[in-house]
């Protein structure tokens, strides 16, 4: 009996194998280009199935050489790495003889009374947390060190630091800020310094990695870590597609498309843009029923794996750190160049975050003349649709750097992270003052970025969720109670949290 349960399994594998190669012989002797389908049983690119495998960036390079090479230079490249001498954008000037330590300049903490100061010995990165005397400043009655063997962040505007206990991962209180060179806390333990105790689970790490693999069971404890965001996160997984090369089976790109690996460029303007606001998109991510943040793949609709939420205010230019697809999307240009079908691939319409950036070149390498060509692709004198009017700056200034990005997406410090500078990604009129207005103005509520019609149930887990994990505001418990009035059928969802007291 085994050996015939064996028999019937290796004859489906084999039947199986087969039928995938003649899927694959007939869709490459296809001439017609299809609409990308959002049928999940009619997958128009075959790795978005979860049976296919991540095989890393190193398998990517034997063909791929010389984008490889760009690509390692840029924010993703770069996003997450072990912790070394040049990795670390971070300054050490105190050099401490005994110990032949680089130390950096330590900061205070007046909440909490400790000092933090990171270190290397030789060529090892520590980071300490202490306690002086308040007399005698150079007497420490408290000290913890930590290994650090992990940097996140790029270094373009900051380098944070973890730390392993074992396969869990946590943050450490310090991070370096590289626009303004200094030392502070992370972001977030200016409200609430929780020490060393901070859990990166799968939602913060798969947005600043290649895929990790963590345990279910367990919110911090990582079975693999990558080393920074690598091909896949954008292309999907590669197995299907290495094993085909490798085979010999290959696709003219010029005619065709090759549907064994996610082509961005070849998806409607809506799935484009949910691959880059997966991580270009800071909010409270609020996953469907059943979900993982692992279950989401480049060509996907993400609100299909979760929806991500953020508030609204009365001042609509309030905007966060990483809120890069939020804002463009609610630009006229963007507004204006996708219209029709959000599921149908337009090439010749659609305006999406990779017209201006190639994620394949750093940002500081790319050539400022492309940001400035992209917006003049469109707004010229002579064109009826979108002429080029009162423009203030020389002609031959308009390639420079500060030229339709200076002013149209002006830099302002964001709201949510200190010590940073970042553009606003909503392409608009110069506001009269030339600056962007940095208060919030009145709290209206939250809104799904990435659905506009959400479901009441994942609305409500959304509240409930972002006054548990981010504001205490009792308008997110009141928003929360009147969908509940009018979707009773979600009362347990709310009431698993236990924050309504029996009110509702």
Not at 274 to 285: A, P, S, Y
Not at 323 to 341: E, P, V
Not at 360 to 381: D, I, L, P, W, Y
Request: include cysteine.
């Amino acid at each position: 009996m085994k050996h015939e349960f064996r028999n019937f399994h290796i004859w489906r594998g084999l039947l199986l194998f087969v039928g995938l190669c003649l899927s694959l012989f007939f869709s490459f002797c296809n001439t017609q280009e299809t609409i990308v389908s959002s049928d999940k049983d009619s997958l128009y690119f075959w790795n978005l199935h979860d049976t296919v495998d991540y095989v890393g960036m190193q398998e990517c390079q034997t063909c791929h050489y010389e984008i490889h090479q760009t690509f390692v230079h840029t924010g993703m490249g770069q996003s997450f790495d072990r912790a070394s001498p040049e990795k670390s954008k971070g300054k050490f000037p105190i050099m401490h003889l005994p110990w032949k330590e680089r130390r950096g300049t330590p900061i205070y903490d007046p909440k909490t009374g400790f000092h933090y100061q990171a270190f290397w010995r030789n060529d090892s990165l520590f980071i300490r947390q202490y306690e002086s005397d308040a007399q005698q400043r150079n007497l420490v009655t408290f000290m913890r060190e930590e290994y650090i063997p992990y940097i996140i962040g790029s270094g373009q505007h900051t380098n944070s630091h973890f730390w392993t206990d074992g396969s869990y991962v946590y943050q450490a209180p310090l991070t370096f800020y590289t626009q303004k060179g200094i030392w502070d806390l992370p972001p977030g333990y200016e409200e609430q310094n929780i020490g060393f105790n901070r859990k990166i689970d799968m939602e913060c790490m798969s947005c600043h990695n290649a895929m990790p693999k963590v345990a279910k069971s367990a919110k911090n404890f990582f079975e693999k870590v990558p080393l920074g965001i690598d091909c896949e996160r954008c292309h999907g997984p590669g197995e299907l597609h290495v094993n085909l090369k490798k085979q010999g089976i290959l696709v003219d790109t010029s005619k065709y498309a090759d549907r064994s690996i996610v082509n961005p460029k070849r998806l409607p303007y809506r799935l484009q843009v949910d691959i880059c606001q997966r991580c270009h998109l800071q909010g409270n991510n609020v996953l469907k029923e059943g979900k993982h943040f692992d279950d989401f793949r480049p060509g996907m609709a993400l609100k299909d794996v979760f929806e991500i939420y953020m508030p609204k205010y009365e001042n609509e230019d309030y905007f966060v750190m990483a809120g890069h697809a939020d804002r463009f999307q609610k630009s006229a240009c963007f507004i204006g160049s996708n219209k029709g079908d959000a599921e149908a691939y337009n090439p010749n319409l659609n305006f999406t975050c990779i017209n201006c950036h190639n994620p394949h070149v750093s940002v500081k390498a790319t050539n400022n003349e492309r940001f400035n060509n992209t917006c003049m692709g469109c707004h010229q004198a002579e064109s009826k649709r979108s002429a080029l009017h009162d423009c203030k700056l020389p002609k031959a200034k308009r390639i420079h750097k500060a030229g339709c990005v200076g002013c149209h997406m002006p830099g302002s410090s964001a709201e949510d992270i200190p010590h940073v500078m970042v553009h606003d990604h909503k392409i608009q009129r110069p506001k009269a003052t030339g600056d962007i207005e940095s208060h919030k103005g009145k709290l209206l509520g939250l809104y799904a970025v990435n659905n506009p019609a959400p479901d009441a149930k994942d609305e409500i887990r959304a509240y409930l969720s972002y006054f548990e994990k981010f504001d205490p505001n009792p308008l997110y418990l009141q928003k929360a109670g009147t969908l509940l009035h009018k979707h009773p059928d979600a009362y347990t969802v709310a009431h698993s949290r236990g924050l309504f007291k029996g009110q509702f």
